[in-house]
C-alpha cells in the first residue's frame, strides 16, 4: 500500500514539474520571439529609412511605424511629387509586404 501511494506522489510531482516546466519554456519561447519581431521591425524600419535618404527625400517630417512587414508612413513632405516617390520606395526595400501612405504636403509656415 505504501509503494502504491509513493507512485501515487511521484506521478503527481512529475506531472505537477513538468507542467510547470512546459509553461517556462512557452513563455521564453514566446518572449524571444517578441524580441525577435521587435529586432525585425527595427531592422526594416532602418532599411526604409535609409532608403528615403538615399533618394533624397527630406524625411525628417516623415515618421514610420513598421510591424510584421507593414510599413506605415505619417507626417509631411515640401513637395507633392514626394508623397507618391516616398511610397514607391519604402515599397521597394525587402521585406515590406504593405504600405499605407498617409503623407501630406506641408503648408507653408509649417
Same mark, same amino acid.
Given at each position: 500500500m505504501k509503494l502504491i501511494k509513493s507512485i501515487i506522489i511521484a506521478a503527481a510531482l512529475a506531472t505537477t514539474l513538468g507542467t510547470t516546466y512546459a509553461q517556462d519554456v512557452s513563455k521564453a519561447s514566446t518572449s524571444s520571439s517578441k524580441k525577435a519581431a521587435r529586432a525585425q521591425n527595427r531592422q526594416l524600419e532602418n532599411s526604409v529609412r535609409k532608403a528615403l535618404d538615399k533618394e533624397k527625400l527630406d524625411a525628417s517630417d516623415i515618421r514610420l511605424k513598421v510591424k510584421n512587414g507593414d510599413v506605415a508612413l505619417e507626417g509631411t513632405v515640401q513637395r507633392a511629387e514626394e508623397?507618391? +516617390?516616398?511610397?514607391? +520606395?519604402?515599397?521597394? +526595400?525587402k521585406g515590406v509586404e504593405n504600405v499605407q501612405n498617409d503623407l501630406t504636403l506641408r503648408t507653408e509656415g509649417h
Open positions: 508623397i507618391q +516617390v516616398a511610397g514607391n +520606395v519604402a515599397k521597394s +526595400v
